[in-house]
């Protein structure tokens, strides 16, 4: 992945199960308590793999955040055209959520896996206070 990731190939990071994160963790993703299918969760395991061999990836942060966000759509090619997805933006579909990110490194803050503050799906804001 990391490999990838440094040459520019579209990479989507998922999960399909709440139970693992497809590395052999069987609910519990990366010692941090997170869930399988949570794709920030399974981004900082890869982070915290190449960390460990001692690769060093330009932007490595901001790579793993966009295969956890938009490297699916990208990877199957709906990241264009009439319905697009996988980003924000005039004729794009977009259910998405929102993060308390702030701070002069925001892909290092999601990794981070702060709070989620509301989502927004179909439209519709949930969770928004």
């Known amino acids: ?20 994160d497809g590395l052999g963790n069987d609910r519990d993703l990366a010692r941090g308590g997170g869930r399988g299918g949570d794709v ?5 395991v890869v982070r915290e793999r190449a960390r460990q061999l001692g690769l060093r990836v330009r932007g490595l ?15 199957l090619g709906m990241d ?11 004729g794009s579909r977009a259910d998405f959520a929102v993060y308390d990110a702030r701070g002069r490194y925001p ?12 989502t927004v799906v179909g439209g519709t804001v949930r969770g928004l206070t």
């Open 1 to 20: 992945v990391l490999a990838l990731l440094d040459d520019g190939t579209p990479v989507a990071l998922g999960t399909n199960d709440l139970g693992t």
């Open 40 to 44: 920030l969760a399974l981004a900082a």
């Open 61 to 75: 942060d901001r790579r793993l955040v966009e295969a956890a966000t938009m490297g699916g759509a990208r990877a």
């Open 80 to 90: 264009r055209g009439p319905g697009r997805i996988g980003s924000l933006g005039p």
């Open 107 to 118: 892909y290092s803050a999601l990794m981070a896996r702060p709070p989620c503050l509301a």
